[in-house]
């Protein structure tokens, strides 16, 4: 899976009902863009009623005008590449799906659209008729729409891929909005049926373990009273309860009926000298949209993203992006420098948390909840300087806070809990470490429930620690429990899920039931090889693990280096710059052993 980095974004325009300007809203802001200096890909999702290259300003360049307005052949886009891709494999380029648009002479950038496709041709009804459960579960349907992003960054390099996503609740929006999207643009009309099917699409998409930045944009809304007490005063208050999630809840953008649009598709921005400022509404919107992206947490957001893929030099990349968006912002600044590791970078992240510590028990006092989350990310960079006493002292005293001010179960002090419980890890104590893990897991199990991912995320803890404490069969209780319980409620394929596996296999392994933790080992790597694809960390990971275990088995030598050659040899031909930290550390161990006689 290619990672998501700073250069391009993706964003979803997606409305749950039709009628509400969705496509219109999109055009006008890839309009804008290109017309100031960028490079947009429009994609048009929309199957059932595409509707991208009826704008002319979207035809593809260089093509004849029709003797008849309006009567432009039709093109090939999603539904053919995706048609080629399950039939043989992607294609080697996009120009026969992906089209460089006419736009308008003065433009300064360019726009590009890979458009539904051909309709009345047998590769758009196949894709219309498409069972996308099976073609995610059985056609590696996530790796293909994975790599067709990474096919639009390498070859079109975009700043902004813009995706129609059609109404309702279906599978090819969920690509759009669930898979894709950075963010997502929530367009809606206020009557009751339009609130509460966008709320229904509002919580899935938070819910995700990834979730998108979700914007809201009310259209089209007639002139009305705004006051207290009126209906849009009222619709606005509903808003602000059930969608809470997006970044501007408090104050939707609101895009007016314009009656012109309803006898002609008006491209409101291209319109010059507009006196009545009709595309005012879409520029403002787009103007929401670039704001939220330089946001300093939109690029944390994507960094965490690299980082949970164990892609370190990809995070390191996007905060430095965000730097130059946001020069000495602190939050950027010491994540980077805990990221670099440095002595230098360490001590100037060092710095700016204890001056942030210093100015918020000023202003806010030394038990508020920011003071104490600054302390607690100050011990984390202090651990990573090797002072483990200095960490282990703030995080006893956000701890003592904590539990007087929230009491003993509170998320914040339970967490605090955890911090602590890592340092003394660090420290060797890991009779301390055990009995703050046993805590936390006793309260989470009682309070959150035995499948709530908070409870597994402390078993998962206490098992590691327990394997370190050599209590091996207590660990593999442990990691066995959560690996039922996440096949049963995530799936087998879930990331979540192949990360137990392999944690059980390592201490299956270490049991000495080689052929336990072999089979788990095998079992994993398929699926990781097969959902993320070869040269993904965790596939490396999963092999380099399989590998070691083969070593370890009596008579598998060739299996071991049979497991090299497929899966691992690769890492040796790579800059390790180019690779993340457990990827670097791997290459780093074959290197060894390559070289011992």
Wanted: aromatic fraction near 6%.
């Amino acid at each position: 899976m290619k990672t998501n980095t700073a250069k391009t974004h993706f964003i979803a325009f997606y409305s749950y009902k039709g009628g509400v300007g969705r496509t219109l809203a999109l055009v006008n802001c890839a309009r804008a863009l290109a017309a100031s200096g960028k490079r947009v890909v429009v994609m048009d999702f929309d199957l059932e009623a595409p509707g991208l290259e009826h704008f002319e300003a979207l035809r593809p360049r260089d093509e004849k005008k029709p003797k008849k307005d309006g009567d432009y052949p039709p093109l090939a886009g999603f539904a053919e590449y995706l048609g080629e891709c399950r039939a043989t494999a992607p294609p080697a380029g996009l120009t026969a799906y992906i089209h460089r648009c006419a736009g308008l002479p003065d433009d300064k950038g360019e726009v590009w659209l890979m458009p539904a496709g051909r309709r009345n041709d047998p590769a758009y009804q196949g894709i219309l008729g498409l069972d996308w459960d099976h073609f995610y579960r059985e056609e590696d349907g996530y790796r293909l729409m994975e790599n067709l992003r990474g096919h639009i960054e390498d070859e079109i390099e975009p700043d902004y891929v813009l995706m129609d996503a059609r109404t309702g609740l279906t599978e090819v929006g969920g690509i759009a909005t669930h898979q894709l999207a950075d963010m997502v643009v929530l367009l809606f009309n206020l009557n009751r049926q339009n609130l509460e099917g966008t709320k229904r699409v509002h919580d899935s998409l938070i819910a995700l373990e990834t979730a998108p930045i979700l914007l809201l944009a009310a259209s089209p809304i007639p002139a009305m009273p705004t006051s207290k007490g009126t209906p849009f005063y009222e619709k606005m208050q509903i808003i602000r309860r059930t969608l809470k999630g997006a970044k501007n809840v408090e104050r939707p953008i609101v895009i007016p009926y314009q009656p012109i649009l309803a006898w002609e598709e008006r491209i409101l921005v291209d319109q010059k000298d507009d006196p009545f400022d009709f595309d005012g509404a879409y520029r403002r919107l787009l103007e929401l949209i670039l704001e939220t992206l330089n946001d300093p947490k939109y690029f944390l957001r994507l960094a965490t993203e690299s980082w949970q893929n164990n892609d370190i030099r990809g995070a390191i990349e996007i905060l430095e992006a965000g730097l130059k968006q946001n020069p000495g912002n602190p939050d950027l600044s010491v994540w980077l420098a805990n990221l670099r590791r440095d002595s230098n970078s360490l001590a100037t992240a060092q710095q700016i948390q204890q001056g942030r510590i210093a100015s918020l028990r000023v202003e806010l006092g030394e038990e508020h909840p920011d003071t104490l989350t600054s302390m607690s990310d100050l011990a984390e960079t202090l651990r990573a300087q090797g002072d483990l006493p200095g960490a282990r002292a703030l995080q006893e005293q956000a701890l003592e806070i904590r539990r007087r001010v929230l009491g003993a179960e509170h998320p914040d002090t339970l967490i605090s809990m955890n911090n602590l419980a890592a340092t003394l890890r660090s420290q060797g104590d890991l009779p301390g470490a055990r009995a703050l893990q046993e805590q936390v897991l006793e309260i989470r199990r009682r309070v959150l429930g035995a499948e709530h991912p908070d409870t597994l995320i402390s078993m998962g803890n206490l098992a590691s620690t327990l394997g370190t404490q050599d209590d091996f069969p207590g660990a593999r209780a442990l990691q066995e429990q959560v690996l039922e319980i996440l096949r049963r409620v995530l799936g087998a394929e879930h990331p979540n899920t192949l990360s137990s596996i392999n944690n059980l296999a390592v201490t299956l392994r270490a049991q000495g039931d080689l052929p336990g933790a072999r089979a788990l080992q095998e079992q994993a790597l398929e699926i990781f090889r097969r959902v993320l694809g070869a040269e993904h960390p965790d596939t490396s990971v999963s092999a380099f693990s399989l590998f070691m275990t083969l070593r370890q088995s009596e008579g598998e030598d060739e299996r071991a280096l049979e497991t090299f050659r497929d899966h691992l040899a690769w890492l040796l031909q790579r800059d390790p710059a180019s690779l993340g930290a457990d990827q670097r550390y791997i290459r780093e161990q074959l290197l060894q052993w390559k070289a011992t006689p």
